[in-house]
């Protein structure tokens, strides 16, 4: 398969990451006989630096036009600090995320039970949590109407969802549900919100299309509540754009460190893969930033073209390097192993797939996985 990738490292640690999932890339591409073209654009606070525009014309245009966009990281503390800040890094990924039409941020959260003991949380609690969040993205209060009173004392954003943004990505989540654990938790805060009523309303609607999928609500406080006291209860949490934010966030704790989950935001013409971390300034070019999320956001993307072996042999190199304690120091405090190590020997074990890992079809991402 020929594919053209849209290559964004953006700010921070994002090169480094990036890097290393190009280098898996390659491997797969060596491997498994395909070709992917890589093109690199700048965003975030890097093109504001040199453009005066966190996201380019030119860098939409290489996006518009690729076949999928491998994303780094976006943000900057002289930004970041900044509250008077007109012009900010983040804006450049809202503005993509909006024009690439990627409604959905699909967030897998699993613990690998070679990293069981390293989650700040019991074994006995973490233990087989599976599950993954669908979270709506191109709505909601991030991108509602914004207004500032002119002696600056007064502030709102404005949350709006139509049906139609919120049916489009609650079918996504009941067919994954279709094919995990059949259940789907929706998280709002139906109590408080007119919005969140309007989702209870359509979702129950769409639920009623896929009678063998359960349908449980929960508030946005106790669903915070209950990913922490059993996560593993969930299978597909479906829920709007802030609250997704927050809890795919603090599902990244479970397994340990946000450096191991991936996303990919799809919509019906374009995707986009990215680590959920954001650019970790204070690691720049010290090599030690873990590489996995990025490396495991090449699999989804695979998976994403059909490419089944190939997504297979990303995550089998993956958990072998965990097998091995090849890891960066943010699993393990004495590792001696940088972040350019840990993505060559991922990107080795690509090349040299060890017939006593086995990992079963099933996509890894959609809560099927099975190590032996």
């Known amino acids: 398969m020929n594919l053209t990738i849209a290559l964004l490292p953006g700010d921070g640690i994002g090169p480094e990451v990036s890097a290393q999932a190009v280098k898996c890339l390659r491997a797969v591409e060596e491997i498994f ?29 290489l996006c518009k036009e690729a076949d999928a966009v491998l994303f780094g990281a976006i943000g900057d503390p002289k930004y970041d600090n900044d509250p008077d800040a007109k012009i900010r890094p983040e804006q450049g990924l809202l503005k993509l995320r909006k024009e690439l039409e990627l409604f959905s941020n699909i967030r897998p ?23 993954v969040i669908y979270r709506e993205l191109i709505g909601g209060v991030y991108f509602g109407e914004k207004h500032l009173s002119e002696d600056g004392t007064v502030a709102s954003d404005l949350c709006t969802y139509s049906e139609a943004e919120i049916s489009r990505i609650a079918h996504m989540a009941f067919k994954a549900a279709k094919i995990r654990r059949k259940k789907v938790t929706l998280v709002d805060k139906a109590n408080v ?24 609500f929960l508030f946005i406080d106790n669903a915070a509540m209950q990913l922490i006291l059993n996560p593993s209860q969930f299978d597909v949490i479906l829920t709007e754009n802030m609250f997704g934010d927050i809890l795919s966030d603090e599902g990244s704790a479970i397994g340990g460190s946000i450096g191991l989950l991936p996303s990919a935001s799809v919509g019906e013409s374009h995707a986009l893969f ?19 999320a990025s490396i495991l956001s090449t699999a989804m993307l695979l998976d994403h073209f059909n490419l089944d072996e190939e997504s297979k042999a990303v995550v089998i190199a993956v958990l072998k390097s965990m097998k091995n304690d090849v890891v960066t120091p943010d699993l393990d ?13 991922i ?26």
């Not at 990215?274 to 996995?292: C, M, T």
């Not at 405090?333 to 020997?345: I, L, P």
């Not at 990107?347 to 032996?372: C, P, Q």
């Open 333 to 345: 405090k004495n590792s001696k192993y940088g972040t350019n190590y840990v993505g060559d020997f």
């Open 109 to 131: 959260v699993k613990v690998f039970p070679s990293l069981i003991d390293r989650s700040p949380l019991k074994k006995k609690i973490i233990r087989g949590t599976d599950f």
């Open 274 to 292: 990215e680590p959920i971390h954001g650019s970790y300034p204070q690691a720049k070019d010290k090599d030690i930033a873990n590489p996995i």
């Open 33 to 61: 006989g395909h070709q992917f073209e890589f093109i690199e654009g700048i965003v975030g606070a890097n093109a504001i630096d040199k453009t005066g525009n966190p996201l380019p014309d030119s860098t939409l245009e």
């Open 193 to 216: 919100l007119e919005s969140s009523r309007l989702w209870r309303k359509v979702v129950s609607k769409v639920g009623e299309s896929y009678p063998e999928v359960t349908l449980e």
């Open 347 to 372: 990107s080795s074990n690509i090349r040299e797939l060890d017939d006593h890992l086995i990992i079963n079809r099933e996509n890894i991402w959609l809560g099927k996985s099975t190590i032996i």
